[in-house]
């Protein structure tokens, strides 16, 4: 205990020292911003040797924007021009008791101007660049430099969010160089004047612009555009505005200082600002009264004590809560990893039924940002549309994108209402069930077709030989009876290629080897002549008989299949379907085309969903495309579809050729 008393009585001395350095350090400051050692320096009058110069001189030319209201702009009822920079120069001129002239110009010119010594000085910023070309007096008030974006642009919200965004700034004003260094990414429009700026962001054209804030907030104003800009909240930066003067006369540096520090002394920026800007937009520092300052500084010692106490008592309350506010935090992230590990879909609805939270699986399968969809309602959004909030504690089953999905939801606080909606994409375990049912069919279907082949060899066996015996035994035999055995030879003959055709389609090959393309699509083909016959179907076979593609043939088969018979389907009676081949640069392109009822637009980009199909009930399962799209994938082919509804429909497949192993 006594020990914990001496750290108290330590801590508290360590607070008194740092309250009474901050003290001293405001002190400090505002000696400082009081300026004595310049009232000191400046407060002297015009010495002989200066007088001299003004009088040699003659007039001096003041030059600066001619369109930047309210600080210099020309009036258009009397064309004169009139301004803050105009009061204060005219100042200036009564301090100098020399005339200065005006020289309106685009502020990239006025700059240039002076630089070059056509013109005596200018109000400008201070940088390291413009010091080569320029000397600077004193400050003569500050200002702030503001971005403005349009009310409809919600993805501007701080200065960060103008990197890689368009951004217009006057030509030749400080804030393109300070953007250019402090936010590289940002793509700089430069504009002959603000008024150009503007239009290019209500137009579009830029995203954002940057400058100085009063001249900024009189152009909203002059043309009435408050609700159609927005003002970011943090300012880019706040400078002092010097006089800069050109390197050609170093003397006028100190002459303009002088009156500048009596302009001070009267106050007469911040009158002036009265007249121009009005008392909420501050254009000079208001300088407190030494005294006042002083004041102040006593009442803080006093008040320092006190504080130093009651630091002491709510130190160590402010350690536990803090201890406990990690403790807390640290859960609650953990909890949100957890939630956003999961596979499942997981939404939390507010009781007005707004997102509140949701996991990284959803917004993945959404291709959103998280922050996009929070604060959403959930009938706007993408498959949560489709599910009924009603059915709590139930599991219901929806459709989205041709997937098939279970969800459940849950209330997690029945006074607020708010619900836990898990989603879980039963899909592929729908297919896999599909699948293997229509692999038991083809096995029982392969199975069937080899028995029947087999039977089938052989009384063809039979008509053949006793068709040879006929032929060699009957050494005189007329016309008729040559056409009938000949018809007899070549319907076996037709009748065993179409038995080899079932033997080879239902033996199950995954081996890759080199094909005949040609032939390979004729046996195919071959296997739908009932239900090319029934609709009395045209098909034509463009390929040239050299053409040998190396691919695994079981899924050439399914392919092909699936493709002609979906033609089929398709064409009406009497109808085409052209199936061409051709190799270009190693690749091999298969198209098939037919002049079918082709396909709604609508429904292209959903044609190798699995389940998806336009045919009435029990004419399709909606597997066909799908099948074809996934055995493709196993021999690394690739499939384009163009169909116009009325007009056909045109699938494009491509294989890379390899060589022969």
Not at 481 to 505: G, H, Q, W
Request: proline share 2%; hydrophobic share 40%; net charge negative.
């Amino acid at each position: 205990m006594h020990n914990s008393k001496k750290q108290w009585i330590f801590l508290m001395i360590l607070i008194s020292f740092s309250v009474i350095t901050f003290a001293a350090n405001q002190f400090i400051k505002t000696i400082y911003d009081l300026n004595i050692y310049e009232y000191i320096k400046y407060s002297q009058d015009f010495s002989t040797e200066e007088t001299e110069y003004l009088d040699e001189n003659g007039a001096l030319y003041y030059c600066t924007d001619n369109n930047a209201p309210p600080f210099s702009f020309q009036d258009k009822y009397t064309g004169r021009y009139k301004g803050f920079i105009l009061d204060y120069v005219s100042a200036l001129s009564i301090e100098l008791n020399t005339q200065i002239e005006f020289v309106p110009k685009i502020w990239e010119e006025a700059v240039q101007s002076v630089m070059s010594g056509e013109s005596d000085m200018i109000e400008l910023f201070k940088s390291k660049e413009r010091e080569e070309y320029l000397s600077f007096t004193k400050s003569i008030y500050k200002l702030r430099a503001i971005v403005i974006t349009r009310s409809d642009n919600n993805e501007i919200t701080n200065i960060s969010d103008i990197n890689g965004r368009k951004v217009a700034i006057e030509a030749g004003d400080y804030a393109v160089g300070y953007t250019e260094k402090n936010i590289p990414d940002a793509e700089i429009i430069t504009t002959v004047d603000y008024l150009e700026a503007i239009n290019k962001l209500l137009s579009g054209e830029v995203d954002a612009i940057i400058g100085d804030e009063p001249i900024i907030i009189y152009f909203m104003g002059d043309l009435s555009i408050e609700d159609r800009i927005s003002i970011l909240s943090e300012p880019l930066y706040e400078l002092d505005i010097c006089i800069g003067v050109t390197k050609s006369k170093p003397e006028l540096v100190n002459i303009l200082n002088k009156a500048i520090l009596d302009l001070k002394k009267s106050d007469f920026a911040p009158k002036i600002q009265q007249k121009w800007f009005g008392l909420s937009t501050p254009v000079h520092k208001d300088r407190l009264n030494a005294q006042v300052m002083f004041l102040l500084i006593i009442v803080l010692l006093f008040l320092a004590a006190i504080a130093g106490w009651i630091s002491i008592w709510t130190y160590f309350l402010k350690k536990q809560v803090k201890k406990r506010t990690i403790e807390l935090t640290k859960s609650k992230n953990d909890l949100q990893l957890t939630f956003d590990a999961l596979s499942d879909f997981l939404i939390v609805l507010d009781k007005d039924g707004r997102i509140e939270n949701i996991n990284k699986s959803f917004t993945d399968m959404l291709h959103k940002s998280k922050y996009d969809l929070i604060g959403s309602s959930y009938n706007n959004i993408p498959l949560l549309d489709t599910i009924n909030i009603k059915l709590i504690n139930k599991v219901s089953e929806t459709v989205f994108n041709g997937r098939h999905y279970n969800y459940y939801i849950t209330v997690l606080e029945s006074k607020k209402n708010r619900l836990l909606i898990s989603i879980e994409d039963n899909t592929n375990e729908i297919l896999s069930r599909t699948q293997l049912l229509q692999q038991n069919k083809m096995i029982a279907i392969g199975q069937l077709a080899s028995g029947l082949a087999h039977e089938i060899r052989n009384p063809l066996g039979i008509i053949r030989n006793y068709s040879y015996v006929l032929k060699s035994r009957m050494p005189y035999r007329d016309e008729l009876m040559d056409k009938a055995l000949t018809s007899i030879e070549s319907a076996v003959l037709r009748a065993s290629k179409m038995v080899e055709n079932l033997l080879n389609f239902s033996r199950k090959n995954d081996d890759i080897k080199c094909i005949p393309l040609k032939k390979t699509i004729n046996d195919i083909i071959s296997l739908e002549k009932e239900s090319i016959t029934a609709k009395n179907v045209h098909i034509t076979v463009i390929c040239d008989d050299s053409i040998e593609f190396y691919t695994r043939l079981e899924s050439l088969t399914h392919i092909i299949l699936n493709l002609l018979s979906n033609g089929i389907d398709a064409v009406s009676y009497g109808g085409t379907i052209t199936i061409s081949c051709s190799t270009c640069k190693n690749y091999l392109y298969i198209i098939f085309k037919d002049d079918g009822q082709g396909i709604e637009k609508h429904n292209l980009e959903h044609i190798f969903n699995p389940f998806f199909t336009t045919k009435n009930v029990g004419n399709g399962t909606g597997l066909g495309l799908f099948i074809v799209y996934n055995e493709l994938s196993k021999i690394n082919g690739e499939i384009n579809v163009e169909s116009r509804a009325g007009e056909g429909t045109e699938f494009k497949l491509k294989f890379k050729l390899e060589e022969k192993k």
